[in-house]
């Protein structure tokens, strides 16, 4: 009875330690950018889709807008925790999804190609090979 | 040739039993962030699920028990109320997801907010569940997630580097982000070795009338729907790891997990993404709620079938009734994929309490008479039993600090 209790212990503070360490303020930062990154580059490939006919515009506003309140939900949390510095990245993906929105509502494929290729460099999405070991 | 049909019909519900939003959304969440790198987790959670399948198959038809039943008779209540409560609760989140992955799937394909579909999925799942027999619901919705096999046919047509891929299945450490790795591992597991899977197997046993003459077929079963099942997720990681990986996509959204179908098929991958998405979970949806009336009902006792008219066992239609209603009520206050990896890396933790009675009751020739387990069969439910506790007690940090 005691040795189970012990084990109920240890595992709850384990759970209870790990929720409360959580993750320290750069690994919070670094999650940002690789999201703002990786919000980038979908923004870049649902703009292609759309361009080449494989998606509907509501396809890309509703895109757009999940894009939005991802990142912005995020760069609040780490603005609040590490500062305002921090969200640069997000920022600079939430200052263009507006310009995006617009071209697409006007059929501007031109210059909805422009807007999306223009963030990509400016938040450089963190590419994944399809290999089974990454060096 | 009744047996080829029962086997045919068989494995297609087990495709169907297999892929749910769970497996769909850990996989492809794995593909995008880690490349082939965690596809033996999926095999290895195939050949887990394929045991305890097997297993639950031949309890029930030995001794036409459920996995519920059997562990509330051999190792009394008190026991059976742990994995109960806990069967409950995270079923209760993985309706939700489930739910909520029919919604998003007609968000997809109309742009218009998942919420204002929630009510009418639910409405869809009781409906059926009302009004329906299990044979229509076993084999109907799981003949429609065949269309699921647009992941297969896309993952060939996207010519993925098969010798990346064949090195995949090869467990290996992580090179980077290890508790991401971990997490989606666990993650994988939790939604590949579904606590609700087992008992609803038992029961769909019971409720066909297998009896000891079904045992090879539910081992042909068992071993040929989770097979093909496996395949249709393993495709779903490879298509995510050739599509999302590359262009440094993370899949935090439904919206971005399309893309592995409009690659390969254009227009068309969006509105098969949505179907295979919307059967898929409609089935599990399905599933879980009449394993969660299963549960309790056979739990306290009561009576229960879904081949008898709701009147006949209104306790039971009441327990789904309301499973539906709190199922729908959560996704008002949680995103549908968010919910998806909580409930999946839950299901991992209450795991072991549910598959090591299995080895207990597997073994018990009172139950399984002369079908009871060999040795070998013991050693790897041993080792089954063995990665769900790791699992489970690993799968709470890892949410925290990986999910």
């Given amino acids: ?135 | 040739m009744k047996n080829f049909v029962k086997i045919g019909l068989g494995v297609v519900t087990g495709i169907g039993g297999f892929l749910d939003v769970g497996a769909i959304a850990t996989t492809a969440l794995a593909g995008a962030a880690f490349g082939f790198q965690l596809l033996w987790v999926v095999l290895l959670g195939t050949g887990c699920v394929i045991l305890l399948t097997e297993m639950c198959g031949r309890l029930a038809a030995v001794s036409h028990h459920s996995l519920a039943d059997a562990i509330r008779e051999r190792l009394g209540f008190p026991y059976f109320s742990i994995p109960f409560v806990g069967e409950f609760l995270v079923d209760l989140l993985v309706l939700a997801a489930e739910i909520g992955g029919v919604a998003v799937a007609l968000h997809l394909v109309t742009g218009v907010s998942y919420l204002w579909f929630v009510p009418l999925c639910a409405l869809a799942v009781w409906g059926l569940l009302w009004l329906g027999t299990f044979t229509i619901i076993e084999r109907g919705v799981s003949i429609a997630g065949l269309i699921t096999l647009c992941f297969v046919v896309a993952a060939c047509w996207m010519h993925p580097p098969w010798a990346e891929v064949a090195r995949g299945v090869i467990p290996s450490l992580p090179s980077r982000d290890g508790v991401r790795y971990w997490f989606l591992a666990v993650s994988i597991l939790g939604a590949l070795i579904s606590p609700y899977l087992l008992n609803f197997y038992a029961t769909g046993a019971i409720e066909d009338k297998w009896t000891v003459k079904d045992i090879p077929v539910n081992r042909v079963i068992a071993t040929g729907g989770m097979s093909f099942g496996s395949v249709i997720a393993l495709a779903i990681l490879v298509l995510a790891a050739v599509v999302l990986g590359p262009r440094g996509i993370q899949v935090d959204s439904y919206e971005q997990a399309v893309f592995i179908l409009t690659r390969p098929f254009g227009r068309w991958g969006l509105y098969l993404f949505a179907a295979s998405l919307g059967i898929a979970c409609f089935g599990a949806a399905l599933q879980v709620s009449l394993n969660l009336a299963y549960v309790t009902a056979q739990g306290f006792g009561w009576n229960w079938s879904e081949n008898l008219k709701p009147h006949e066992d209104a306790r039971f239609a009441a327990v789904y009734t309301a499973a539906v209603l709190v199922g729908a009520a959560l996704l008002f206050v949680g995103d549908p994929l968010k919910l998806t990896t909580l409930s999946m890396a839950l299901n991992a933790v209450i795991a072991p309490f549910i598959v090591f009675p299995l080895l207990v009751i597997m073994n018990d020739r009172a139950y399984l008479r002369d079908h009871r387990n060999h040795a070998i069969g013991n050693v790897l439910v041993a080792g089954v039993v063995l990665i769900a506790f790791v699992v489970a007690v690993v799968a709470i940090p890892l949410e925290v600090l990986g999910g």
């Fill in chain 1, 1 to 135: 009875m005691r040795f189970r209790l012990w084990i109920v212990t240890v595992l709850l503070a384990g759970c209870f330690g790990a929720a409360a360490c959580g993750k320290s303020q750069d690994v919070k930062v670094a999650e940002l950018h690789d999201a703002a990154g990786s919000w980038a580059a979908t923004l870049k490939l649902v703009t292609e889709e759309w361009t080449r006919d494989a998606l509907p515009s509501h396809f890309v506003q509703s895109t757009t807008s999940v894009a939005m309140t991802e990142l912005q939900r995020a760069a609040r949390r780490v603005r609040s925790t590490v500062g305002a510095a921090a969200s640069g990245p997000a920022d600079e993906v939430l200052a263009r999804v507006p310009l995006l929105n617009e071209a697409v509502a006007r059929g501007d494929q031109a210059a909805a190609m422009d807007i999306v290729r223009a963030l990509v460099s400016a938040v450089p999405p963190k590419p994944t090979p399809p290999v089974a070991r990454p060096r």
